[in-house]
């Protein structure tokens, strides 16, 4: 197997182990003489795999069972962009949101459809360069915040005062990877395909006293009461999805929890933007503020239009694949999510200086 080095934003990396014992199950789970892909999602061979997910997720981010409840839906973040307002927010009332990137900005048009949105702080005049300064309102409903933003390259270290609201987390992008008291949540989102499994589910954790005051008169597929109650079974699971999150789930585990895998996300990080503040005016991150540098998404640009161009075809040379930054930025964007090994950012940091040295 010759595998490159992805630094696509998602779907991103995934184990090495946990793509060999998935491979061998979508020919034959176990010894059910049926694929992973074909099992009933109401039989015996997937009811463990489901409950031991579940039990699993809330496990890694060190919450009780007995305190938080968990959903495993399809329809991405994108989706709880609507369904969180549509379960929390009603006539009257208003929710703060963070505007820090394009995703916080589509969760506000979201919301913005049910009910009130306070903005508490926004960094769009600086072009998202950096984490803006936060004012709650003081009265919302709940407050919600992107805790890494992909398309930008920042990300949220130090959780907010929220003038005693909720706090509500798009976490889409680092969980599972920085070492958090995510029982300071009340309700966490995050689509899988980034630090946690494939693209096609979404985990949903939620404070069960939160979720108590949830609207009782919702579509059933759009209520949280209903996928949580019904163990996200209401309708056929995504199956194949939440097979390989508990089995990325237990990779992490055997690595040592979220602790270390933080702690080696912050030495792979760092070695790369030491090669770009070591590399100006050839190379410079495109985040103003260095605390609010992301560990996962590291944005950045190269001096001239002829110098990106060559130095993307340098980097493709050598095996690396998924640099360019989102299409509505540019630049460059090195996405090092959980399984993406130490290895791949040394070469990246080594090409940066030599192609620096080259020519700067």
């Known amino acids: 197997?010759?595998?490159?080095y992805n630094f696509?934003?998602?779907?991103?990396t995934l184990p090495v182990p946990v793509l060999e014992e998935a491979s061998q199950s979508v020919l034959e789970f176990q010894n059910s003489g049926m694929?992973?892909?074909?099992?009933?999602?109401?039989?015996?061979?997937?009811?463990?795999?489901?409950?031991?997910?579940?039990?699993?997720?809330?496990?890694?981010?060190?919450?009780?069972?007995?305190?938080?409840?968990?959903?495993?839906?399809?329809?991405?973040?994108?989706l709880q962009f609507a369904m969180l307002p549509l379960n929390f927010l009603g006539a009257g009332q208003?929710?703060?949101?963070?505007?820090?990137?394009?995703?916080?900005?589509?969760?506000?048009?979201?919301?913005?459809?049910v009910g009130t949105v306070?903005?508490?702080?926004?960094?769009?005049?600086?072009?998202?360069?950096?984490?803006?300064?936060l004012t709650p309102s003081g009265n919302a409903r709940y407050f919600h915040l992107t805790t890494n933003?992909?398309?930008?390259?920042?990300?949220?270290?130090?959780?907010?005062?929220?003038?005693?609201?909720?706090?509500?987390?798009?976490?889409?992008?680092?969980?599972?990877?920085?070492?958090?008291?995510?029982?300071?949540?009340?309700?966490?989102?995050?689509?899988?395909?980034?630090?946690?499994?494939p693209a096609g589910v979404t985990m949903v954790v939620v404070r069960k006293s939160f979720l108590e005051t949830a609207h009782k008169d919702l579509?059933?597929?759009?209520?949280?009461?209903?996928?949580?109650?019904?163990?996200?079974?209401?309708?056929?699971?995504?199956?194949?999805?939440?097979?390989?999150?508990?089995?990325?789930?237990?990779?992490?585990?055997?690595?040592g929890g979220?602790?270390?895998?933080?702690?080696?996300?912050?030495?792979?990080?760092?070695?790369?933007?030491?090669?770009?503040?070591?590399?100006?005016?050839?190379?410079?991150?495109?985040?103003?503020?260095?605390?609010?540098?992301?560990w996962m998404n590291l944005t950045f640009r190269v001096a001239t239009a002829e110098l990106e161009k060559a130095f993307l075809a340098e980097a493709v040379a050598a095996g690396m694949d998924g640099l360019p930054g989102h299409r509505n930025v540019g630049g460059f964007r090195a996405s090092i999510y959980n399984a993406f090994p130490m290895a791949g950012c040394d070469a990246l940091a080594a090409l940066i200086r030599d192609f620096a040295r080259r020519k700067g």
């Open 35 to 78: 694929s992973i892909l074909e099992l009933s999602h109401r039989g015996k061979w997937y009811d463990p795999v489901h409950a031991e997910a579940q039990a699993q997720v809330l496990a890694t981010l060190g919450l009780s069972e007995s305190e938080y409840a968990l959903a495993l839906l399809g329809g991405g973040a994108s």
């Open 149 to 197: 933003n992909t398309i930008e390259g920042t990300q949220v270290f130090a959780l907010p005062k929220t003038g005693g609201a909720p706090l509500i987390a798009d976490a889409s992008s680092d969980i599972f990877g920085v070492d958090r008291d995510y029982s300071q949540f009340d309700l966490i989102y995050a689509g899988a395909q980034k630090n946690a499994g």
């Open 8 to 12: 696509s934003a998602g779907p991103g």
């Open 258 to 294: 979220v602790a270390a895998i933080a702690a080696r996300n912050q030495a792979k990080a760092e070695a790369i933007y030491d090669a770009l503040d070591a590399c100006a005016p050839v190379f410079s991150s495109c985040v103003a503020i260095k605390e609010h540098r992301s």
């Open 1 to 4: 197997m010759n595998r490159i």
């Open 219 to 255: 579509a059933p597929m759009l209520s949280y009461q209903t996928q949580c109650e019904k163990q996200s079974l209401y309708n056929t699971p995504p199956v194949f999805p939440i097979y390989v999150l508990g089995l990325t789930l237990k990779w992490i585990a055997a690595e």
């Open 94 to 113: 208003t929710a703060d949101y963070v505007d820090a990137g394009e995703w916080g900005a589509k969760a506000i048009g979201e919301a913005r459809r």
């Open 118 to 133: 306070h903005l508490a702080g926004s960094s769009k005049t600086t072009n998202y360069d950096r984490l803006p300064e």
